[in-house]
T-cell receptor
Framework: EDQVTQSPEALRLQEGESSSLNCSYT??????LFWYRQDPGKGPEFLFT???AGEEKEKERLKATLTKKESFLHITAPKPEDSATYLC?????????????FGQGTTLQVKP | DTAVSQTPKYLVTQMGNDKSIKCEQN?????MYWYKQDSKKFLKIMFS???????INETVPNRFSPKSPDKAHLNLHINSLELGDSAVYFC????????????FGPGTRLTVL
């Protein structure tokens, strides 16, 4: 069964303290791995799509990487405005419907 | 210029009632989705329509019935609401390519009393 597990569930950082969020997945052939950011009371906002092992993408203080079993979201020198829940999702190659399977998210709090 | 919009934002109702949530997208996308997010923030797919045709129908009680009058709109009707239906419901849309980004609406928080 296709599955996504994110860790840790919650992470508290001081402003400027870099860290990484983990997304482990099992899927019958990966078509794509997606990262989203969700602020309280809002819908998920797209960050990155990764397609193959070794791929990396960056946006401001965020960098996403992908291996055959997991993805990392590295946050460099975070600011309080980076506080949010980060969601990881996978799409299986066998899917012809675009179905995304989500992890439970990592809630990040960055303190000034 | 909202991309994916949902109404209402909040919905509070009694057990046993019937309610609807509406979704509209102005992105010109062909595929729309309904997701349910529980109290632990876990997002799970419920339904998907592509050009008004149902393409995903997960194991959801048949009290939930989606309807797509056209490819820009996807509504969700829920009959005989139960306490366990309390959640945040998100609509999303994507262009027809399978790995195209899914864009989410702001969500509808449903509370069943």
């Amino acid at each position: 069964e296709d599955q996504v597990t994110q860790s840790p569930e919650a992470l508290r950082l001081q402003e400027g303290e870099s860290s990484s969020l983990n997304c482990s997945y099992t899927v019958s052939g990966l078509r794509g791995l997606f990262w989203y950011r969700q602020d309280p009371g809002k819908g998920p906002e797209f960050l990155f799509t990764l397609y193959s092992a070794g791929e990396e993408k960056e946006k401001e203080r965020l960098k996403a990487t992908l291996t055959k079993k997991e993805s990392f979201l590295h946050i460099t020198a975070p600011k309080p405005e980076d506080s949010a829940t980060y969601l990881c999702a996978v799409q299986a190659r066998s899917s012809n419907t675009g179905k995304l399977i989500f992890g439970q998210g990592t809630t990040l709090q960055v303190k000034p | 210029d909202t991309a994916v919009s949902q109404t209402p934002k909040y919905l509070v109702t009694q057990m046993g009632n019937d309610k609807s949530i509406k979704c509209e997208q102005n992105l010109g996308h062909d595929t729309m989705y309904w997701y349910k997010q529980d109290s632990k923030k876990f997002l799970k797919i419920m339904f998907s329509y592509n050009n008004k045709e149902l393409i995903i129908n997960e194991t959801v009680p048949n009290r939930f019935s989606p309807k797509s009058p056209d490819k820009a709109h996807l509504n969700l009707h829920i009959n005989s609401l139960e306490l366990g239906d309390s959640a945040v419901y998100f609509c999303a849309s994507t262009a027809s390519g399978l790995t195209d980004t899914q864009y989410f609406g702001p969500g509808t928080r449903l509370t069943v009393l």
